[in-house]
């Protein structure tokens, strides 16, 4: 008994359950997802996406890539903002340097949220992207930085692009708002 109410205790004082981001979502999807970010797991793109957050920087940012099957990516605070050129969403960033992989052993399920990247492994920045269904290919190769806990139905529900490149056609969905919670 007292063994279980210390891994409790843990549990409850362990970052990773203590701090996320509540994503409003508008579009053809209308609702909201709530993320757990792995602190313990992944602490610089954890804090990266608070601070972003924090700021306001992901406000009003369009999710530019979504493969049904696969995932839907958001974050490009540089050039996803609603109303913006669409063409360049997806390539650039924040003001902030570039961040070195934070690689785990936690697998990409459903609901997952991993950080985007280009080619190179360190290259993590303000992108995130959250998976549709498992996909275990990705495991190793891209930092989990966090799990939905709430609002699937949401993220199930976001608008679709093309099924090879994933770019949305017309009004993508956005992210509202993205409000750090405790």
Same mark, same amino acid.
């Given at each position: ?48 996406? @608070? ?18 099957? =696969?995932?839907?990516?958001? $974050? ?13 969403? $997806? ?45 275990? =290919? ?41 409000? @750090?919670?405790?």
């Amino acid at each position: 008994m007292l063994r279980n109410l210390a891994i409790i205790a843990s549990l409850a004082a362990s970052p990773a359950l203590a701090s996320g981001i509540e994503i409003t979502v508008a579009g053809e999807a209308n609702g909201v997802i709530k993320i757990d970010l792995l602190e313990d797991v992944a602490p610089k793109h954890a804090e990266r996406i @608070t601070t972003l957050a924090d700021q306001g920087a992901y406000d009003g940012v369009i999710f530019h890539r979504v493969i049904d099957g =696969f995932m839907a990516q958001t $974050g490009d605070v540089e050039f996803g903002k609603q109303g913006g050129n669409a063409r360049r969403a $997806g390539t650039g960033g924040s003001a902030f340097p570039d961040l070195p992989a934070e690689f785990s052993d936690v697998p990409y399920e459903r609901g997952t949220v991993g950080m985007a990247r280009s080619q190179n492994p360190n290259s993590a920045n303000s992108q995130f992207f959250i998976m549709f269904e498992p996909g275990y =290919f990705l495991n190793g190769q891209y930092t989990v930085v966090g799990q939905v806990t709430e609002g699937l139905e949401t993220l199930d529900q976001i608008k679709r692009g093309h099924p090879q490149s994933g770019s949305v056609a017309g009004e993508a969905d956005v992210m509202l708002s993205v409000k @750090t919670t405790d």
